[in-house]
């Protein structure tokens, strides 16, 4: 197991910077996702990590050596590609041993590690087909395994799923996340699918527009976002969002949308009319009783069998509902909804930071 720690990572191709400093500290062990929309930099990240990429300004440290210049053969790294990169006139065992004998490994050496990463990821009865005789979550493994044979420092992912369809997709998350528990090696994953990274990591870092937005364990993310583009990025469906200002009253505070509502807010309002953002998550929404609560007019109503996701608007503005019930309601009627104040974040209209409001307590 090996550490990695970024100082100051820049990259620019010319006058254009694409990579603003970034400060990373991975520890032995452990997996850590890189997620953020197409071009925030996660990949081109990952790539400078292995070497593939010149470093333009900062420190990359790997197991303690400094790697800025080392030639990406001499990084010890293993690294598996969105595509899968396999040759195709080789059987799968001829792929996976490729790497060790290339090295000129001894032989009881490679059939060893064959053997444990053909049984690591079950492809024990496909070791002579060739990869055209391969689904694509067989080729994936395929892949997985060329990379495991190698005794290496560090393990690069670069979003080796995103060619599989949705079934394969949970099989081969549950199937790294099971590799990464055995090997207990350190992972870099990239990937723009946040559930990915909410489902395998031990810490999510959040990139976009070349610079990390927060990084933390996946529910830290998840439950306190630091800002509003965090909030919005992580969860399927999306947080809601609803522009309203903030008031103390008797005691309590308020935010008041657009058509007058209003939605209780857990703390102490430091700044009267303040104008703000209230996100909340969809699961986070219930059915009211009688006259209370926020107006929901629904607009597309998805049943799932297990859930019921209802579309729609609060205050002209779109909102997401996730019910573990099946609601029974109809395109164009109004329902009303509570949301515990617990659950409602807040953040600034101008800078998207979220803003902690002041318990009653710290007041005090």
Not at 124 to 138: A, E, F, K, N
Not at 268 to 274: D, L, N, T
Request: net charge neutral; hydrophobic share 40%.
């Amino acid at each position: 197991m090996t550490a990695l720690k970024l100082q100051n990572i820049r990259k620019a191709y010319g006058s254009i910077e694409v990579l603003h400093g970034i400060d990373l500290d991975v520890e032995p062990g452990e997996f850590v996702v890189l997620v953020g929309p197409s071009g925030c930099g996660k990949s081109t990240l990952l790539r400078m990590i292995a070497g593939l990429e010149n470093i333009s300004d900062g420190d990359l440290w790997i197991g303690g050596q400094l790697v800025n210049t080392l030639p990406a053969q001499k990084r010890n790294i293993s690294m598996v590609f969105q595509s899968y990169a396999l040759f195709p006139h080789m059987t799968v065992r001829g792929n996976i041993e490729f790497g060790p004998r290339i090295r000129r490994e001894p032989g009881a050496q490679i059939e060893k590690r064959l053997m444990d990463a053909v049984t690591a990821l079950n492809l024990g009865d496909y070791l002579d087909r060739y990869p055209r005789q391969l689904s694509g979550g067989q080729r994936q493994r395929v892949a997985m395994g060329r990379t495991i044979v190698r005794d290496s420092s560090l393990f690069l992912f670069d979003e080796p799923l995103s060619n599989l369809d949705a079934k394969l997709r949970v099989q081969m998350r549950a199937e790294i996340k099971a590799l990464h528990q055995s090997l207990r090696s350190t992972i870099i994953y990239v990937t723009h699918d946040q559930v990915e990274a909410m489902t395998m990591a031990d810490r999510i870092v959040v990139m976009n527009s070349g610079r990390i937005e927060q990084s933390g364990a996946p529910l830290e993310l998840y439950d306190h976002p630091a800002n509003r583009f965090v909030a919005g990025f992580l969860g399927s469906p999306a947080m809601s969002m609803l522009p309203a200002s903030i008031y103390q009253e008797n005691d309590k505070c308020w935010a008041q949308v657009s058509s007058g509502e209003k939605i209780a807010l857990s703390g102490v309002c430091a700044e009267q009319g303040r104008k703000v953002d209230i996100g909340i998550r969809p699961e986070q929404f219930t059915i009211a009783q009688g006259e209370a609560g926020l107006p929901f007019i629904v607009g597309v109503v998805e049943p799932t069998g297990a859930e019921t996701h209802l579309v729609g608007t609060i205050a002209q503005s779109k909102v997401h509902c996730v019910f573990r019930e099946r609601v029974q309601a109809m395109p164009g009627s109004t329902i009303r909804l509570n949301v515990d104040p617990q659950h409602v974040h807040v953040f600034d209209t101008e800078t998207g930071h979220r803003i902690r409001l002041r318990q009653a307590t710290e007041v005090a």
